[in-house]
Every structure is written in C-alpha cells, then in structure tokens.
C-alpha cells in the first residue's frame, strides 16, 4: 500500500528549493555516469585478462602435446 505526502512551500522559497533540486538530480546523474565508466573499463579489463589467461592455456596444451 503507498501513501503520499503533500508539502506546502512558500513561493519565495519554491525557487531555491528547485534550484537545489536540479542540483542534486544533476550530482546523481553524474555519479551514475561515473559508475557506468567504472563498469564498463571492469568489463574491458576482465576481457582483457580473459583473453590472457585463455592464450596461456593454449600455450601449455600445446607444449603438452608435444611432450
């Protein structure tokens, strides 16, 4: 079940408080965009390292099979 509040502000105040508000939304959006960069760099450096251990794993089959 939800509520909902209502609030009443002066409309000298109604700017300022807009203002913070686009602020706020403005610093949330950038921390989300931050935090998309972050995930993808992880996912290109663990492809990366995949790619890595993948290509030491060929090399020793192949040193196996020789053997």
Excluded at 18 to 39: K, V, Y
Excluded at 57 to 65: A, F, P, S, T
């Amino acid at each position: 079940m939800s509520g909902s509040i209502t609030v009443e502000i002066p409309e000298k105040e109604a700017s300022s408080l807009e203002s913070a508000l686009d602020e706020a939304l403005t610093a949330l959006r950038g921390m989300d965009d931050e935090e998309s960069r972050a995930r993808e760099e992880r996912i290109v450096r663990l492809r990366a390292e995949t790619h890595v251990l993948m290509e030491q794993i060929r090399k020793e089959l192949h040193v196996e099979e020789t053997l």
